[in-house]
Nanobody
Framework: QVQLVESGGGLVQAGASLRLSCAAS????????MAWFRQAPGKERQFVAT????????DYADSVKGRFTISRDNARNTVYLQMNRLEPEDTAVYYC?????????????????WGQGTQVTVSS
């Protein structure tokens, strides 16, 4: 059974940092793109960042560019999201996703596997 399990969320003050992790099990995703999405209350799920199969190519939403960094460790079947200079607008449930292909874009339909999410709350 394929599982993506996110961890590392929490409640922090504006300006703080958090590092999210997503551990995959049930199969290897070393040849698949991975991504982070987020969903705030009352809003649609939103793309945050994606990394290709090797980690050599990344892309970010404009709202997090320069503050967030996505990375992966294929030996550990894990993807990370380093979030710096957090803002109250970053408050959301953060989801890890795995694509069927080595690279993928911003659209959630490109991703076949999803985690259950981890809550990130940033207070002002």
């Amino acid at each position: 059974q394929v599982q993506l399990v996110e961890s590392g969320g929490g409640l922090v003050q504006a300006g703080a940092s958090l590092r999210l992790s997503c551990a995959a099990s049930g199969r290897t995703f070393s040849t698949n793109a991975m991504a982070w999405f987020r969903q705030a209350p009352g809003k649609e799920r939103q793309f945050v960042a994606t990394v290709n199969w090797s980690g050599g190519s990344t892309d970010y939403a404009d709202s997090v560019k320069g503050r967030f960094t996505i990375s992966r460790d294929n030996a550990r079947n894990t993807v990370y999201l380093q979030m710096n200079r957090l803002e109250p607008e970053d408050t959301a449930v953060y989801y890890c996703a795995a694509a069927r292909y080595p690279s993928a874009g911003h659209y959630s339909a490109s991703y076949a596997y999803w985690g259950q999410g981890t809550q990130v709350t940033v207070s002002s």
